[in-house]
């Protein structure tokens, strides 16, 4: 396929949908990519098809009319898509996506790209965290609302941020035993009295927030800040939990440990962005701890180092779905106004309106960001034992000593120990890794750095890279 | 563990049709639309698959496709992800066992 489309958005999550309309809306030609069946991304995750449903939730309804949007304004939609990577094209000023998908080209070539990836959670090991049964708060939101399935009977959720205590309420509401809800950030109103000003005007934030506690409060479940989960018990999968209280450095105090009877833990320590196509590009990259480790470098139109690459929503910093929608349409924008499209200064005026917006929406941000950070002591909870990265079966004991052995950077712990190097190419353990390392050390997470990436950023069949790529 | 239930905020649904896959050479009555790992979880299947390297449990864990804890073989073809592929009539899935090689 050697035709050109004029913009590629990688992610129908609320950033890239808002981004491909945008663009559209101001005359480019887009194809708006995604890995799943239909659009959503997480946030706005549609139910099967197959399924039926009389849903008259606000936020169904949010979601309908962005679909409404995306389906009339012109974006060709490649669903069921996985880009397992981008490339410099043949000619200067066009990027190659490399694709697998069903109806998918084996390539595609974009004179602009617009990532919009999204996120996923981040974990933090214990002993027994690999078990059955232990799942991420993700994943049980998916379970209820994607697919009307309960992770377990009974239930303890464990982790930190608002993510948490939605999943709390929509497992109680859909008739699971919620044993109780640890919140791993302690004295949080105390702590959250510089962030009120960030608060002014967030109201429906707050009362969907109060409405969670609500259900949680009416239901009798406890909510414990300062307390976390430490291990897991169980065979073939998780029959017991064990949590304890906290100190300041986030280590449990031992004598304040319990045992509770479960068959399922959900945790959750908020989200990881998923930079694989970013750190491929090799964009230029910045530490920040609140929106969710290593970011690519912006400038104000957010574009990335490398020309024609532009990062938005929770992919690049966790900011949450109103953040995500701005930084989408303020891309869209921009990549319109590069590629020629759109009278000039309305779309400047609207991308100053948007940077506003975008302003209040950071403010709310670095409040989450702030108060919901894990501390630090959480990651020792993990024994010589416990495993790391999960793919590889690799356990804290081999990263000690791949550590021992001087290795500065986790790159070096991966080429030692293959962590990282199985299926999930490190999205799992990676950020584990680096902040065990940094611990261990002495050292930071920016000096340990993150984990190198290689094409295919997801496994694909040989098969697929063999049939478009016959001997020269 | 089926939700049945209707709330505001989860508004009980109407799964697709009821259809039958094979999993472990048994068959198990499942529902258009969902996802072979629900398909699994529901039949209380909590063992996905086994570490080669070290035999220890795996199933489903970040539900979204990204931590590939689910691999099961799907129709012949094998390290599928249980947690992004939707189940369909007479599909044959195989797990790594319930019991400890």
């Known amino acids: ?472 | 563990m089926r939700i049945t239930k209707s709330t505001p905020e989860l508004p009980a649904v109407e799964r697709g049709k009821s259809i039958e896959v094979i999993v472990d050479g048994r068959k198990v009555q499942a529902f258009e639309g969902e996802l072979v790992s629900t398909v699994l979880q529901a039949e209380g299947i909590t063992v996905f698959g086994r570490k080669h390297q070290t035999g220890r449990p795996s199933s489903v864990y970040c539900g979204m496709g990204v931590c590939y804890e689910c691999l099961v073989t799907i129709n012949g073809a094998p390290n599928l992800r249980a947690c992004q592929t939707y189940v369909a009539d007479q599909m044959t899935i195989e797990t790594a066992g319930q019991v400890k090689p």
């Open chain 1, 1 to 472: 396929m050697n035709d050109i489309v004029e913009l590629a958005v990688i992610g129908a999550g609320p950033a890239g949908i808002e981004a491909a309309v945008t663009a559209a809306q101001a005359g480019v030609e887009v194809i708006l990519i995604d890995s799943s069946a239909r659009p959503g991304g997480q946030y706005f995750k549609q139910l099967p098809e197959a399924f039926q449903c009389e849903d008259r939730t606000e936020h169904h309804l949010k979601a309908q009319k962005l679909f409404q949007k995306l389906a009339s304004s012109g974006v060709k939609v490649w669903p069921n898509t996985l880009v397992w990577g981008i490339f410099e094209g043949a000619q200067p000023g066009v990027w190659c996506l490399t694709l697998h998908g069903k109806d998918a080209p084996a390539r595609l070539n974009a004179r602009m790209v617009i990532l919009a990836t999204g996120a996923y959670d981040r974990s933090i090991p214990f002993p027994g965290w690999d078990l059955p049964g232990v799942v991420t708060a993700g994943a049980a939101l998916t379970m209820v609302k994607h697919q009307r399935l309960l992770p377990g009977r009974r239930v303890l959720l464990s982790g930190s941020g608002p993510l948490q205590l939605a999943a709390a309420a929509q497992l109680a509401q859909a008739g699971a035993e919620v044993v109780g809800v640890l919140e791993s950030s302690a004295n949080l109103l105390w702590r959250g009295i510089p962030y009120l000003p960030a608060l002014w005007g967030q109201w429906s934030r707050m009362r969907e927030g109060l409405g969670y506690i609500k259900t949680l409060v009416s239901a009798g479940i406890p909510y414990r800040t300062g307390w976390a989960v430490t291990a897991a018990h169980g065979e073939e999968r998780v029959r017991e939990a064990v949590m304890a209280r906290l100190g300041r450095d986030g280590k449990p105090i031992s004598d304040s440990e319990k045992t509770v009877a479960v068959d399922a833990i959900v945790v959750g320590y908020g989200l990881t962005p998923s930079s694989e196509l970013i750190r491929l590009l090799e964009c230029e990259m910045e530490f920040s701890a609140g929106r969710g480790g290593f970011i690519p470098r912006r400038n104000e139109n957010l574009e990335t180092s490398r020309p024609g690459i532009f990062a938005v929503g929770d992919g690049a910093g966790i900011g949450g779905a109103e953040m995500a929608m701005i930084e989408g349409r303020i891309a869209g924008y921009a990549a319109a106004l590069k590629l020629g499209h759109g009278a000039e200064i309305q779309t400047r005026r609207a991308i100053i309106q948007e940077r506003a917006a975008l302003r209040r929406e950071g403010r709310f941000a670095d409040l989450l960001g702030d108060l919901f950070s894990p501390p630090a002591g959480l990651y020792t909870l993990a024994k010589d034992d416990t495993i790391l990265c999960r793919c590889e079966q690799v356990t804290l004991g081999q990263i000690r000593e791949a550590i021992s052995y001087g290795t500065q950077t986790v790159t070096d712990l991966k080429n030692l120990t293959r962590s990282g190097m199985g299926n999930c190419q490190g999205r799992t353990c990676g950020s584990i890794i680096a902040q065990i390392m940094a611990a261990e050390t002495g050292r930071t997470v920016q000096e340990v750095r993150y984990y190198n990436i290689r094409p295919p950023v997801h496994p694909i069949p040989l098969w697929a890279i063999e049939e478009h790529e016959p001997e020269q």
